[in-house]
């Protein structure tokens, strides 16, 4: 299991100081843009195209790391009350579908970033496939985070 450890913790560093500068570098952003708009009358054109693709990269990658800590969103109030075994299998199940979503997510966003990189993000000039291209890396890393769950799963099954 420490295989998949010290690469997806290093990976979990990597997302929280993406995410962390993203969210910082959006409020900036947003600050900036209110203030020339209603102090100045000047709103500038790049602050909506840029905020748009750091919400994505806050979004996606915030998602990637909330299944590594095991703190996304679930109803758990059922599964609290079924017996050990029955709360591993469907943590199992539930880390199956986290992978499952995640290699769609992959594939369906690999697709479009390939189809629309010749297209150009108006105002900013950026590959329009840039936007697919941060829910590829986040997928791969939930599905890698959900991969490192499944096997400390059944690590403790073993024992």
């Known amino acids: 299991m420490s295989f998949l450890k010290r690469p997806n913790d290093f990976l979990f560093h990597v997302l929280q100081a993406v995410a962390s500068l993203a969210l910082a570098s959006l ?10 708009r209603y102090v100045f009358a000047d ?4 602050v909506e195209p840029i905020a748009l693709l750091l919400v ?7 998602a990637a790391l909330k299944v590594r800590d095991g703190g996304h969103i679930g ?6 009350r079924l017996p050990p075994k029955g709360q591993a299998i469907v943590t199992g199940i539930q880390h199956l579908c986290l992978i499952a979503f995640a290699v769609a997510v992959f594939f369906g966003c690999l697709e479009m970033a390939e189809t629309t990189m010749q297209d150009r993000i108006p105002i900013i000039g950026l590959p329009e496939g840039l936007r697919y291209c941060i829910p590829v890396v986040a997928s791969v890393c939930i599905a890698m985070f959900s991969a ?4 400390e799963l059944f690590a403790r ?3």
């Open 157 to 159: 099954k073993q024992k």
């Open 148 to 151: 490192e769950h499944l096997l």
């Open 43 to 46: 709103a500038p054109d790049f």
């Open 75 to 80: 109803l758990d109030s059922f599964v609290r």
């Open 27 to 36: 409020c900036l952003l947003v600050i900036y843009g209110v203030v020339m």
């Open 56 to 62: 994505i990269v806050i979004a996606m990658f915030g």
